[in-house]
């Protein structure tokens, strides 16, 4: 077999396994997009008008490179409105959004929960 056709072979055998490869990943997975995603999520909001900077998130899957900023994408929002800026003020509304995206820098787990941290407003 001459050089060129070894070649040639082999570029399409790496084409053909990298797409197979990207194929399997990309079966719509949070993991696969390079985001995060989240059934459900809580946000506090203070009586100053500010969403609280951590999130709280439910059933969550996390891709698994480690990124310096995290896109999450929620289903479903359930933000409490405080009264004051402080917890222990009572809760003066709720609100409910969907289909949410926001950023964060990192999470910690514990409890089933994903607790995210350095989300801006958006």
């Given at each position: 077999m001459n050089l060129t056709l070894k070649r040639?072979?082999?570029v399409t055998a790496a084409v053909i396994t990298g797409a197979s490869a990207l194929l399997g990943t990309g079966v719509?997975?949070?993991a696969a997009s390079g985001r995060a995603h989240c059934d459900r999520a809580e946000q506090d909001m203070?009586?100053?008008g500010g969403p609280?900077?951590?999130l709280t998130g439910h059933h969550c899957s996390v891709p698994n490179n480690k990124r310096r900023w995290y896109t999450i994408e929620i289903d479903t929002l359930v933000r409490t409105y405080y009264k004051r800026d402080?917890?222990?003020a009572g809760v003066d509304r709720t609100e409910t959004l969907h289909?949410?995206?926001i950023s964060c820098m990192g999470y910690?787990?514990?409890?089933g929960k994903l607790n995210w941290f350095g989300c801006p407003p958006a």
């Open positions: 040639l072979l082999g719509g997975t949070a203070w009586s100053s609280s900077r951590n402080t917890l222990d289909h949410r995206t910690t787990s514990g409890d």
